[in-house]
């Protein structure tokens, strides 16, 4: 079991930045892929980016690339979400989840944070 912990949604303006923390604790070397998907009111959960364990492999969804980074740092065991050039399409919930494998599927991913907030204004 891995345990996922996010932080630092928030309120921002059209054309802002955010970045996103996930730190994990755990049997983390269990779970190698680790994801941002967001969930919009109203709609389903949706992938974001993903990244492996050392961090060479990333895949973002065609929404968001461009825009947003994903990176991990292991010493801290956190993953990042940088995130520029916000636009209020990007408000949702957003989680960091895990999974044994490369995937954008929410169903391969078995453990998942509490989720934080990013509300985009116009």
């Known amino acids: 079991q891995v345990q996922l912990i996010e932080s630092g949604g928030g309120l921002a303006q059209a054309g802002a930045s955010l970045r996103l923390s996930c730190t994990a604790s755990?049997?983390?070397?269990?779970?190698?892929?680790m994801g941002w998907f967001r969930q919009a009111p109203g709609k389903a959960r949706e992938f974001v980016a993903r990244i492996n364990w050392i961090g060479s492999n990333t895949w973002y969804a065609s929404s968001i690339k461009g825009r947003f980074t994903i990176s991990k740092d292991n010493a801290k065991n956190t993953m990042y979400l940088q995130m520029n050039n916000l636009q209020p399409e990007d408000t949702a919930v957003y989680y960091c989840a895990a999974s044994p494998r490369y995937s954008t599927s929410t169903r391969d991913y078995d453990n998942w944070g509490q989720g934080t907030q990013v509300t985009v204004s116009s």
């Open positions: 755990g049997r983390t070397c269990s779970r190698p892929v």
